[in-house]
């Protein structure tokens, strides 16, 4: 088991199919570098592939894909997702898989 999994059990979080893990904060705190070893340590444990749902504008900079390559060892696939709806048709797709969406705020900010 990872450690940031690990850490979570510590505090009563079990990470397990089905369950949605919300990560909140202020802007550029690491909420996206903690999924990201979440969802590897996850897929690592269980074998499966890890999706990342993107609408954070940040992840157009390859820069930043590159340092959250590198600081979780985890190679995603990225899907851009520019509505609600595109989540839904994403990941009835895929099947036994870690999603990760990076981020339903800015999403919302879509529609405006």
Known sequence: MGVAINLLKKIGVDIEPGVTLNIYG??????????WIIAKE?????????????????????R????LKERSGLEPNLIRIKSFDDIIVNVEKMGNAVVV???????SLIHI
């Open 101 to 107: 969406i990076d981020s339903i705020s800015t999403l």
């Open 26 to 35: 202020v802007p550029q705190v690491g909420k996206s570098t903690l999924a």
């Open 64 to 67: 930043f894909v590159s340092m």
């Open 42 to 62: 996850y897929a690592d444990e269980h074998n499966v592939n890890v999706y990342v749902l993107f609408s954070e504008p940040t992840y157009l900079r390859e």
